[in-house]
């Protein structure tokens, strides 16, 4: 198990983390810390949204059992009181948003006037809920479109760097390169010249 951690040297001895860090360039150190800044923002953003949903359901249980009796006699308040215990349930607060628009009609309304102002109140709440539920998605595409990438080019300048000594100058291995092609085009493949 030690042995994951550790990178048998050439030369016989052992070679750590350290001293991999120490030989990195420092856009090679850029490159690793962004990578761990947003893997870190990842696994905040996952373990935010499986701590709400994991409320949310356990609520939302907890609400449907509690106010299914009271929706079915009529009680509407009652249904708002339960639906005010289990704040954090999703479902909880979207019912309870239109049954407050359905109770709070005024009386010159008809009952299909109340019900259509409850079913906009349904709708504008459950859009609200979905944005809420929506934030940190956007990070999240970001960062799995782009981490590749990043990784990519940090490879290929840690490659161009290990075997040349400098991601800017054409690495001893390439001399072949110089040799096979014209003086024109001595400029080697993955932008290392």
């Known amino acids: 198990m030690l042995g994951v951690f550790f990178i048998l040297r050439q030369s016989g001895g052992w070679w750590g983390i350290g001293d991999l860090w120490s030989s990195m360039a420092w856009l090679g150190q850029a490159d690793i810390i962004l990578l761990a800044l947003m893997l870190v923002n990842t696994v905040v953003i996952v373990c935010h949204r499986l701590w709400l949903y994991g409320i949310g359901r356990k609520q939302s249980r907890a609400f449907v059992s509690d106010a299914a009796a009271a929706l079915r006699d009529g009680r509407f308040d009652e249904v708002m009181t339960i639906a005010g215990r289990n704040n954090q349930s999703h479902l909880a607060s979207v019912v309870a948003a239109g049954l ?27 859009n609200m809920l979905s944005a809420h539920l929506r934030v ?36 001893p291995g390439w001399r072949w390169w110089r040799q096979a092609w014209p003086r024109h085009s001595r400029r080697p493949p993955w932008g290392c010249s």
Request: net charge positive.
């Open 100 to 126: 407050t628009a359905f109770v709070s009609a005024p009386k010159q309304y008809t009952d299909m006037e109340a019900i259509n102002a409850a079913e906009r109140a349904f709708r504008r709440h459950h």
């Open 136 to 171: 940190g998605l956007g990070s999240l595409a970001t960062i799995a479109s782009s981490a590749p990438l990043i990784g990519l080019v940090g490879a290929v300048l840690a490659s161009c760097t290990h075997s040349g000594g400098s991601p800017w100058k054409s690495p």
